[in-house]
């Protein structure tokens, strides 16, 4: 009678197992993330602990606008990818992330926020159930206005497409604040060329903000690309250079050129006088010539 009881019992328990909690948690890993209105694709973490009676943990997100104007909303703030039907579905060092898109309103505002809180949790219970999403205004500062896609186009050599960014990475970015931009695309060419780890993506070159001039000024010599099999008799390297026309030859030279961007912030034009170069270097050190001249050049922001 004894062990009729005990099975009686342990068959209960194993009903319920499916509808428990058993020690599960889920929250937000953090309670508040900033980011610039040019921050574009993010996600943010959903932290889990312990162990759920049964898998998938399901969830959803509710959003809000906590702060801002009277005419902020969700969509204007961000997009997200997703916010309702989200699981964990327990597979070992896969993590769950909340994903939206920053949006770049283009004024100039104070920093708005948005509360996330997790909702109808089935087979976990409520650890941080809500986190603050912060934007901060990116539009009085001219050196994140410029960020974003360009079209390089000079008098005589044609275009190409450049990005305009503070780095590839948070360290990049953090490091170049407000001093250094990069600028990812050359003659054309936006995908890896080198063989080598740095810079990350190839060929970039790099333009020094100066705040107080409201001007960007090349950096000579600073690597575009490492190039392997050139047909050089040894690797090369590129060089960020500028030049001048003496005869109809381009004569390269290692003085800095000058920008200067419009008021609309759509426009970036350098000193007509100079040219900007790609200079071809061995990695020996020789000089081999270069890598397309621009001419009269001039960024303009792509629609």
Same mark, same amino acid.
């Given at each position: 009678?004894?062990?009729?009881?005990?099975?009686?019992?342990?068959?209960? #328990?194993?009903?319920?197992?499916?509808? =428990?909690?058993?020690?599960?948690?889920?929250? %937000?890993? @953090?309670?508040?993330?900033? %980011? @610039?209105?040019?921050?574009?694709?993010?996600?943010?973490?959903?932290?889990?602990?312990?162990?759920?009676?049964?898998?998938?943990?399901?969830?959803?997100?509710?959003?809000?606008?906590?702060? =801002?104007?009277?005419?902020?909303?969700?969509?204007?703030?961000?997009?997200?990818?997703?916010?309702?039907?989200?699981?964990?579905?327990?597979?070992?060092?896969?993590? +769950?992330?909340?994903?939206?898109? +920053? @949006?770049?309103?283009?004024?100039?505002?104070?920093?708005?926020?948005?509360?996330?809180?997790?909702?109808?949790?089935?087979?976990?219970?409520?650890?941080?159930?809500?986190?603050?999403?912060? &934007?901060?205004?990116?539009?009085?500062?001219?050196?994140?206005?410029?960020?974003?896609?360009? *079209?390089?186009?000079?008098?005589?050599?044609?275009?190409?497409?450049?990005?305009?960014?503070?780095? %590839?990475?948070?360290?990049?970015?953090?490091?170049?604040?407000?001093?250094?931009?990069?600028?990812?695309?050359?003659?054309?060419?936006?995908?890896?060329?080198?063989?080598?780890?740095?810079?990350?993506?190839?060929?970039?070159?790099?333009?020094?903000?100066?705040? #107080?001039?409201?001007?960007?000024? $090349? *950096?000579?010599?600073?690597?575009?690309?490492? &190039? %392997?099999?050139?047909?050089? =008799?040894?690797?090369? #390297?590129?060089?960020?250079?500028?030049?001048?026309?003496?005869?109809?030859?381009?004569?390269?030279?290692?003085?800095?050129?000058?920008?200067?961007?419009?008021?609309?912030?759509?426009?970036?034009?350098?000193?007509?006088?100079?040219?900007?170069?790609?200079?071809?270097?061995? *990695?020996?050190? @020789?000089?081999?010539?270069?890598?397309?001249?621009?001419?009269?050049?001039?960024? $303009?922001?792509?629609?």
């Amino acid at each position: 009678m004894t062990v009729l009881l005990s099975v009686a019992l342990a068959s209960c #328990e194993d009903s319920k197992g499916p509808e =428990g909690a058993g020690d599960a948690t889920i929250g %937000f890993a @953090k309670e508040l993330y900033t %980011f @610039k209105e040019s921050a574009g694709l993010q996600r943010i973490p959903v932290a889990f602990t312990g162990e759920p009676k049964h898998y998938p943990i399901t969830f959803d997100v509710a959003v809000e606008v906590t702060t =801002g104007d009277a005419d902020d909303t969700i969509d204007t703030l961000m997009h997200f990818t997703q916010t309702t039907g989200l699981k964990n579905a327990g597979i070992k060092d896969a993590t +769950v992330y909340i994903e939206f898109t +920053v @949006k770049d309103n283009q004024y100039i505002n104070d920093s708005r926020q948005a509360t996330l809180t997790i909702v109808n949790v089935q087979g976990a219970e409520l650890a941080t159930a809500s986190t603050v999403i912060e &934007i901060a205004d990116n539009d009085n500062n001219p050196y994140e206005k410029l960020w974003g896609d360009w *079209v390089l186009t000079s008098a005589t050599q044609g275009s190409c497409e450049v990005n305009i960014s503070g780095g %590839f990475t948070d360290k990049d970015i953090s490091d170049n604040a407000d001093k250094l931009l990069v600028c990812w695309g050359w003659n054309g060419y936006r995908e890896d060329v080198t063989g080598y780890a740095t810079p990350d993506h190839q060929p970039v070159w790099y333009l020094k903000y100066d705040a #107080e001039k409201q001007t960007l000024t $090349t *950096v000579p010599e600073a690597l575009l690309a490492n &190039i %392997f099999n050139f047909n050089l =008799g040894e690797d090369a #390297e590129v060089k960020m250079l500028t030049g001048t026309l003496q005869d109809g030859k381009v004569v390269t030279r290692t003085t800095p050129v000058t920008a200067t961007w419009s008021q609309d912030m759509n426009t970036i034009t350098f000193d007509s006088n100079y040219l900007l170069v790609g200079g071809v270097y061995g *990695v020996s050190g @020789k000089y081999y010539g270069y890598w397309n001249a621009y001419d009269k050049v001039v960024l $303009t922001r792509k629609k």
